[in-house]
């Protein structure tokens, strides 16, 4: 056997002699792998001698001795271990820089191609160039390598990387590669690789490594090659098939065809073997053996190879079968151990693939992703896993585990999800590689793109240089700290701060990713900065401040730079308030500064700065970053000032300030001056849109239909996506006499010349439109050179909105109602709220007031100081005299100036007509207000109002030309009673004049509008997922609905009704409403009559049928059908990824939602729900909620619309609560809780770890109480038929328990009567204190400080109540068989029991007579062992141990030792809570005992001092009995003074003891404080603040504050005013706010800093206004002050800011406060003034006795007492307070005063009568 192994060695077997030895570590450390390896080692000892004896008989030789290799062992990953020199591989470029080629090897391996490692020509090419400036024939890398290539290489060369990691270095250089390869062996056929080394005339001389061959490659042959279009170069890699060989292999003839190539497949007629084979060449094998790890197989008739699972093609996996042939690409070849890897891959293997260099998507390196399965796992290989979006990723043996840890693949295999972090993408195996370190998982920076400018980081100090120093922040992650950043000055011998490994906290400056240049700070100033951060210059607006450092110094001033090299100028004047003449004098390069924007211009990176200007800066912007007001966003403001063109306003919520321009209020120009008046500071606008923004300001816009283009992408975002013909919404700018101006969205402007400005001839070009007019325009003419654009507003070339007009006169009047409604709701008089109640049309009653010739005013009760006018048009016709009364109709109501229009013409008075759908009238100009005009219809006594202009571009006419009052008009009844016109109908209309020519505007209802109904043809131009665009035959464009193209009833869902109709095709169909174009809202079926421009069609065959009884269905009806649970069929409409809904339509007119939870059934969906759903997809959904107002319509995806009590619900974890459990948010509303009994079916430590935030999961539902449902997720429940038994089973009742059951449960809570444990979600049991532990405690702190809730316990339960439903639990381990619930290390005392308990009575009654001198003795003995150990100290015990060593003491010494042991009890339940006051003092006297032993060791050696002779004298036995005991005693002392939390620990050293033990107690921080300060070790006491922040946990705000009190005192008695504001600064940040104020501001007064202290008091009660507290606390330190006249003005301020509930108490608190700081008889004159007032708030006058008790006279006090008992309230008060006034009487006055007060008493008995008496 050996003879054969040495003969054919085995490929992937002889290997390094360290493989074999893994192995034999992992079967000795994983015994899951022993019984596989014993049994498979036997199977290969019978089957290697049938091998033997096969191979010998296949030994053969041939004429080059060619040499067989063996099948391998068992197939495996190649590992870089295995890589060894001149081995051969096939490798893809990964990237490709100046100097290197990165290359993707096999097996996610990577190696780098050196510029030096190509071939000798190039290597000359290069060395000439150095030579000479002369490079024009010279190619980089990136010329002759691009992304993707593949191509031969050899390992050249291994290193060691710094970080112990092995670096391959590659070789494409032909010599090497083809090194195997002599003159002789060349074949035709052979595919070969090369490098070209010279260009001639005719071709190329390719150099392709072999010794007295050369290869010539015609020029002919080199235009096919298919990536390089140009001549080929020096030392480009060629791969060529060869064409002929001449002259024994001297000359060889050489072609590039890739068909060619792609199909030549190595043959053993071209001489092949495993000495000169070559990766990348194809071969045909034969499947030997199939493994789970991958294949064996037989290529060229007699060579080994294998697959390994990487290079099986994923598809074909299950079907491959021993002996079938395949198609296979050599990867690598190691030719001293004969190991070949092949691989199957379609990319490799198939003629015409080509190797994707990146995955498909984005670029997931340093991806962190959650909930992945295990797949696979390939022993010796790795693990193959399944990502949430279902793609594979492979991760290493090597990361399948810590470096530093044994691998356990069963227990991987076993996890049902992982975490793992992307490392990279394998181009070669085209496959993610990943790692399950954890370490690697939870690393902050694994790539460079992790890091952001103005981080702060921390790293390693890896090497100081000249320029600077290197950081490491992780392995591969390095940045340079420049020498001008190591400190905030410069330093002139580094390497004396810094040291090589020394850890260092930065702050990124910048950093380039791709570049992989990182540049860090160590600048103190610049790291600790908490101004805001100028990451880009959009950040630096002006007026903000920012620390920057300074780069350079001239004479015209500095500049300075911030991060991602933003920088700007200080100029000279700038620099300081004091005049500098040169700069370099007063400043350095580096220097830190605080600076403030003046002028910041993005676009053109340039930004002016001031040095002397920055105590005025807006600084808060540290707190509240830049909000990002993107154009076109949605917003809501608030008005804070009126400006005189405009409002400024606060966008909410972040209130960034910008500007609305009065014309921006409306799309009419005449709303925009009634808005403006009706706004008021304060008041809140919404649907406002951003339309630009500039580093000055933020403009906004209200206009509808700007904000419609915005919406709907009709805008051009930059001067680059404006193109000729594209039309855009704008409005009027500026009017010059060339031509008008035109603004749009993001900052455009464009002009139209007076040519272009209307189709008519302009007279008047200043006075033609109004600025601020709202206006389609068309782009005619672009100068991109110059950035200018030409428009036109022609109406003949500009779009026409069909249904344009009525939906702006709509707007019109819904705007004008609107401030109707404000003037009337602000304005609290009458006459405001009767013009609101009036509309037009309205009949009143009126008594004539004056007649004059120009008009008639009236006089009304109805409308009481408005002016009501009638023009002579009105009155024509009618004799009106003073006071006559008359009936009027309202034609106009002008709410600014209160004046109401009205009509008495009988004509328009007269009773109304009712009029029809489509009828045509002639009608009349009765009134005309600048952009409407209300008209009446004919002799129907019907008024309506009309919008004066009828197309947005229309300019001002002349004024003949213009509508007048009189005139005629022709009318046609759209609608007869409009709900947004308050009931007038809805009209279209023309001109009635026959001799003028319409305008194309005026058109708008003409021939090219189709009717409701009508049967129209036309041509398919665009189709899309959930509409078609149709041209229409007769002019004008249709659209047709996806739910209108196919019957409903017959769609499959998941089909798309779109995709049936092409682009082109002819269809009929027919109208059934149409889309306004402005809002391209549809628009209600309730118009028959009405014709649109934009016809909304159907195609349903249906449909069209004329004799079909169609009829209009308005939305509301159909909502009104829609039924809850009802199914139907809808269609994908639209995505929410902030809401994460789906938008679903149902026809043109309804539109529905579905929530999250209601869209998907399987929580791994979550992550991309859009994914399910594709836009226009058909589904299925069933109504879950209609409501009308709003109009909404709820819907769900997953075949329920409600929740049932035993099924399963998708749900999203809202909040974690440990006693609670999991509050989980359901479905359609619902809310539900888990209890932690209910989260799964085996119990574990720590139930609610592994559940976050929004995570989704699914839920049984068990039952609902009060709404709320009680959820499981346990799998027996979500899935009973494959559940395993439940190891935890649920308990549903009482009953289904029984007495003597081992059951396991969760800690509820411990308290006096014991340990409450869950058992379910509704049933506690309970264990009591003695049932609990078998040692003894004395109170239940104890045991909760060792079982906090969730603790999983086992217990036993001892009995059951069954009717009160109770359950008594034993914790004991003599029932649970588990451990004790306290740990022995705490040294606690057995609870004796039964006989032991009697016996220890009975010694304890013997004890107390005196004992002889031997019975002493065997009572000592008697002591346990364990018992003389020394204790370890107890954290928080009550029953502290120490009690044990007295209880067996002598007799003597017994009521002491007892004593004692009862105060080392009491105070020994570890550091008390502190409540810090605000004095920064420490109590410095705590006792401080020496111990005993060392006690006695001072006497002994002073004894031996002063005895003369130093002779030893020995001892009786006697003696050292007495010594032993005295060194127990004193070991015991010693032990009690370290458990007595009331010492005062005198070093550093026990300090950190302790605070080991009781990291967040407050109390030991502030004594290890205070043991710095008394040093006067400032900084330490700092520092030490600083690790209790951070150490004492976040749950123990107390604490904290505590913490936070104490540094504010350590700052305000050592530090500076800027240091103590830093830290208040930063308290706030981590502390409820009030408190912290609190104390600062009594620290301040303690510290006689008043003016700080009322500085901050002052700031309190702006900001903490509704706080009682807040004012009051500032009172008493007014009051203190003796200030009491601003005292009372503070409780005026008071009480205005508090609700009015809270006066009577703040005035009584105020009234006290005068009493014990100010003047008392204020105090009394404030309490009797709110008792008359509130004569029944018995309290405050039993407040107001005590303080008259102790300021005032005996005779004052007397009358209180006789005015309260005097008061109407219960019989009991009185009682009460006529037994105060004896209490006084009998302490203060005379037998005559206390019987005077009894008499008091019997005459108010008498007189209540019974009702006293009882």
Avoid at 1375 to 1404: C, V, Y
Avoid at 1581 to 1609: D, G, H, P, Y
Avoid at 1673 to 1698: E, H, N
Wanted: proline content about 4%; some cysteine; charged content about 25%.
């Amino acid at each position: 056997m050996a003879s054969v192994e040495e003969d054919f060695p085995r490929g992937g077997t002889a290997k390094k002699s360290t493989e074999s030895k893994i192995v034999v570590q992992r079967t000795e450390v994983d015994n899951l792998f022993q019984s596989n390896e014993d049994a498979e080692a036997k199977k290969r000892k019978v089957v290697a001698k049938d091998e033997g004896k096969k191979i010998k008989k296949q030994k053969v030789e041939k004429g080059d001795g060619l040499t067989l290799n063996a099948a391998a062992k068992c197939v495996e990953i190649l590992h870089v271990m295995n890589v060894k020199e001149g081995m051969l591989m096939l490798g893809c470029v990964k990237e490709v820089t100046d100097f290197e080629v990165t290359v993707g090897l096999p097996c996610g391996m990577q190696g780098y191609l050196s510029i030096k490692n190509i071939c000798d020509s190039y290597a000359k090419l290069l060395s000439e160039q150095l030579d000479s400036a002369d490079t024009e024939d010279y190619c980089s890398l990136p010329q002759l390598f691009y992304p993707g290539m593949v191509f031969r290489c050899v390992v050249a060369k291994l290193d060691v990387a710094r970080g112990g990691s092995l670096s391959i270095q590659l070789s494409v250089n032909p010599k090497l590669v083809n090194k195997a390869l002599a003159s002789g062996s060349l074949k035709a056929g052979m595919v070969l690789s090369g490098c070209v080394e010279s260009v001639e005339d005719h071709g190329y001389i390719v150099d392709i490594g072999i010794n007295g061959s050369k290869a010539f490659l015609p020029k002919k042959a080199a235009k096919d090659e298919p990536n390089n279009l140009e001549e080929l170069k020096v030392g480009q890699y060629v791969t060529c098939n060869v064409e002929e060989v001449k002259n024994d292999g001297r000359v060889v003839r050489l072609s590039v065809s890739p068909p060619t190539l792609a199909q030549a497949c190595a043959t053993s007629e071209q001489g092949w073997n495993l000495s000169n084979l070559l990766p990348g060449l194809l071969v045909k094998a034969k499947i030997q053996k199939v493994t789970k790890h991958g294949l064996i197989l037989d290529f060229l008739s007699s060579f080994s190879g294998q697959v390994d699972c990487l290079h099986v093609e994923p598809e074909q996996a299950s079907s491959y079968t021993k002996g079938a042939e395949v198609r296979a690409c050599v990867l690598y070849v190691e030719p001293s151990s004969r190991l070949v890897g092949l691989s199957l891959r379609s990319y490799l293997v198939l003629p015409g693939k080509s190797i994707d260099p990146s995955p498909a998507g984005e670029d997931r390196r340093g991806e962190v992703v959650k909930d992945c399965k295990m797949t696979a796992m390939h022993h010796m290989s790795g693990a193959v896993l399944e990502l949430p979006d279902k793609t594979l990723a492979f991760v290493h043996r090597n990361h399948l585990k810590e470096s530093n840890e044994q691998a356990n693949e069963n227990r991987l295999m076993a996890m049902s999800e992982h975490t793992c972090r992307i490392l990279d993408f394998s181009p070669m195996d085209q496959i993610h590689f990943a790692s399950l370190r954890k370490s690697m998982i939870e690393k902050p920076f694994f790539r460079y793109h992790d890091l952001k400018a103005g981080q702060i980081v921390e790293g390693k100090v890896s090497v100081l240089l000249n320029h600077g120093m290197v950081v490491h922040l992780s392995d591969h992650i390095k940045g340079l700290v420049p020498r001008t950043h190591l400190s905030d000055i410069v330093l002139k011998n580094p390497e004396k701060k810094y040291t090589e490994g020394m850890k260092v906290k930065c702050r990124v400056l910048s950093v380039d990713a791709e570049a992989k240049k990182l540049f860090l700070t160590r600048k103190k100033a610049l790291i600790e900065s908490s101004l805001p951060l100028f990451l880009s210059f959009a950040d630096a607006r002006p007026g903000r401040v920012s620390h920057g450092y300074i780069v350079c110094i001239k004479d015209f001033g500095c500049i300075v730079r911030f991060y991602n090299n933003v920088k700007g100028l200080v100029p000279l004047k700038e620099l300081s308030s004091e005049p500098i003449i040169c700069p370099e004098d007063v400043f350095y390069v580096g220097q830190v500064l605080k600076a403030k924007v003046l002028q910041c211009n993005p676009d053109k990176a340039k930004m002016v700065m001031s040095f002397k200007a920055t105590g005025e800066g807006d600084t808060e912007g540290a707190a509240n970053p830049q909000f990002d007001c993107e154009v076109g966003k949605t917003l809501e403001a608030k008005v804070l000032k009126k400006l005189i063109n405009g409002l400024e306003v606060a966008i909410l919520p972040d209130e960034i300030h910008a500007v609305l321009p009065t014309m921006h209020l409306s799309d009419h120009i005449s709303n925009c001056p009634l808005l403006w008046e009706s706004l008021k500071e304060g008041d809140n606008i919404s649907n406002l849109v951003c339309v630009n923004k500039n580093n000055m300001n933020i403009n906004l816009t209200k206009k509808p239909t700007v904000r419609w283009a915005l919406e709907e992408g009709v805008v051009a975002k930059d001067f680059s996506e404006i193109t000729v013909g594209m039309q855009l919404i704008g409005w009027i700018k500026n009017i010059m006499s060339y031509g008008v101006f035109v603004e749009f969205p993001y900052g455009l402007f464009g002009l139209a010349p007076t040519s272009a400005m209307s189709d008519r001839f302009i007279t008047d070009v200043m006075n033609a439109f109004q600025v601020g007019q709202t206006v389609v325009a068309k782009v005619t003419n672009l100068d991109e050179a110059k950035r200018r654009f030409l428009v036109t507003l022609k109406i003949s070339e500009v779009m026409t909105p069909g249904g344009d007009a009525q939906t702006r006169l709509i707007n019109a009047l819904k705007e004008r109602r609107a401030v109707t409604d404000m003037m009337a709701l602000r304005d609290n008089g009458d006459l405001c709220q009767q013009l609101a109640a009036l509309s037009v049309g309205q009949k009143l009653k009126l008594t004539v007031d004056t007649v004059k010739d120009t008009g008639v005013t009236f006089t009304s009760h109805e409308v009481v100081g408005a002016t009501i006018l009638a023009t002579k048009h009105h009155v024509m016709g009618v004799n009106l005299t003073p006071g006559v009364k008359a009936t009027a109709v309202i034609l106009h109501i002008d709410m600014l100036s209160t004046c109401v229009h009205v009509s008495v013409l009988s004509k328009l008075v007269g009773k109304k007509k009712l009029l029809t759908e489509g009828s045509k009238h002639t009608a009349v100009v009765q009134h005309i207000d600048k952009d409407l005009t209300v008209i009446s219809l004919d002799d129907t006594a019907q008024l309506t109002v009309i919008q004066t202009s009828s197309h947005l571009n229309e300019i001002a006419l002349a004024e003949s030309q213009r509508l007048r009052v009189g005139m005629s008009l022709a009318v046609e009844i759209v609608e007869t009673s409009c709900q947004e016109m308050q009931g007038l109908p809805l009209v279209s209309w023309q001109r009635t004049a026959p001799k003028r020519q319409r305008t194309a505007s005026e058109n708008q209802m003409g021939s090219k509008g189709h009717r409701f109904g009508e049967i129209v043809r036309g041509t398919v131009r665009t189709v899309k997922p959930t509409s078609i665009q149709v041209t229409l035959e007769g002019g004008g464009t249709g659209c047709v609905h996806v739910s209108e193209v196919v019957d409903v009833a017959t769609v499959c869902h998941g089909c798309f009704p779109t995709s049936l109709v092409k682009v082109g095709s002819v269809v009929a169909a027919r109208v059934i409403g149409g889309r306004d174009v402005a809002s391209h809202r549809f628009l209600p079926f309730s118009h028959p009559k009405f014709t649109y421009s934009i016809s909304e069609l159907t195609l349903i065959p249906s449909k069209l049928d004329d004799g079909a009884d169609f009829k209009p269905v308005t939305t509301k009806e159909k909502l009104n059908s829609f039924k809850v649970g009802e199914e139907m069929t809808c269609f994908v409409s639209k995505f929410n990824p902030e809401r994460k809904s789906l938008e679903i339509t149902i026809d043109p007119s309804i539109s529905g939602t579905v929530e999250l939870l209601a869209m998907i059934t399987d929580p791994k969906d979550a992550s991309h729900p859009e994914k399910l759903y594709k836009l226009g997809q058909a589904v299925s959904a069933r109504v879950v909620e209609v409501n009308f107002k709003p109009q909404r319509l709820v819907l769900s995806l997953t075949g329920v619309h409600e929740l049932e009590k035993g099924s399963v619900a998708l749900g999203m974890v809202t909040n974690i609560q440990p006693h609670v459990g999991l509050l989980v948010k359901l479905p359609f509303g619902g809310m539900g809780t888990v209890a932690v009994t209910d989260l799964a079916d085996a119990y574990r430590s720590n139930p609610l770890d592994g559940y976050s935030k929004d995570q989704l999961l699914r839920c049984f539902l068990l039952e609902n109480e009060n709404g709320k449902w009680r959820l499981s997720l346990r799998p027996s429940r979500l899935n009973s038929q494959q559940a395993k038994p439940a190891k935890d089973p649920e308990v549903l009742s009482v009953d289904t328990l029984k007495a003597g059951q081992i059951i396991r449960g969760y800690v509820k809570s411990v308290k006096e009567q014991g340990v409450f444990i869950r058992l379910s979600g509704s049933i506690t049991g309970r264990a009591q204190l003695q049932q609990s532990t078998k040692y003894y405690v004395r109170t239940h702190n104890v045991i909760s400080e060792h079982l906090p809730a969730n603790t999983l316990l086992t217990t036993k339960i001892v009995s059951i109540d069954r009717e009160e439903e109770l359950v008594n639990l034993s914790l004991l381990p003599v029932d649970t068989g588990k451990p004790d619930i306290l740990p022995e290390s705490l040294g606690l005392p057995l609870r004796l029991i039964g006989e032991e308990k009697k016996k220890h009575d009975m010694e304890r009654k013997k004890k107390k007579r005196t004992l002889p001198e031997s019975e002493q003795k065997s009572a000592e003995a008697q002591v346990p062992k364990k018992k003389k150990k020394k204790t370890k100290k107890a954290q928080t015990d009550d029953d502290s141990g120490v009690e044990v060593y007295f209880r067996e003491e002598e007799d003597d010494e017994e009521e002491p030792k007892a004593d004692s042991a009862k105060q080392v009890a009491h105070s020994s339940a570890g550091p008390s809570r502190l409540q810090v006051a605000a004095g920064f003092s420490w109590d410095v006297g705590l006792s401080s005992l020496k111990p005993a032993s060392a006690a006695q060791e001072g006497d002994s050696s002073d004894g031996e001092d002063q005895d003369g002779s130093g002779k030893p004298q020995k001892k009786s036995r006697h003696e050292l009995e007495q010594e032993k005991k005295a060194a127990e005693k004193a070991l015991v002392q010693r032990e009690a003074e370290l458990m007595d939390p009331s010492l005062r620990p005198e070093d550093s050293a026990t300090f950190e003891r302790l605070l080991l033990g009781s990291p967040s107690s407050s109390l030991l921080w502030l004594q290890y404080m205070a043991h710095h300060l008394q040093a006067t070790q400032i900084e330490q006491a700092r520092a030490v603040a600083e690790r209790a922040l951070k150490t004492i946990s976040f749950r123990e705000e107390q604490e904290k504050l505590n913490v936070w009190v104490a540094l504010l005192n350590l700052e305000n008695m050592y530090g500076t005013d800027e240091s103590l504001k830093k830290v208040f600064e930063r308290a706030l940040q981590f502390c409820e706010p009030m408190p912290v104020y609190q104390q600062l501001a009594d620290i301040y007064a303690k510290s006689d800093k008043l003016k700080e202290a009322e500085g901050l008091y002052k700031t309190m009660v702006k900001r903490f206004r509704q706080n009682k507290a807040v004012w009051l606390s500032y009172g008493t330190f007014l009051l203190q002050q003796g200030q009491s006249d601003a005292a009372s003005a503070l409780l005026q301020r008071a009480l205005k800011s508090l609700p009015s509930k809270e006066s009577v108490d703040v005035i009584g608190k105020f009234a006290q406060l005068e009493f014990r700081y100010g003047d008392a008889e204020r105090g009394r004159a404030m309490f009797d003034k709110v008792l008359t007032s509130y004569p029944k708030r018995t309290d405050l006058w039993s407040v107001f006795i005590d303080l008259m008790v102790k300021h005032a006279s005996q005779k004052e006090v007397r009358a209180l007492f006789d005015r309260v008992i005097h008061l109407s309230v219960s019989v009991k008060k009185i009682k009460f307070f006529f037994k105060r006034y004896l209490e006084y009487e009998k302490k203060h006055g005379t037998p005559q005063s206390i019987q005077a007060v009894k008499e008091k008493a019997v005459e108010y008995v008498e007189a209540k009568g019974t009702e006293a008496a009882s």
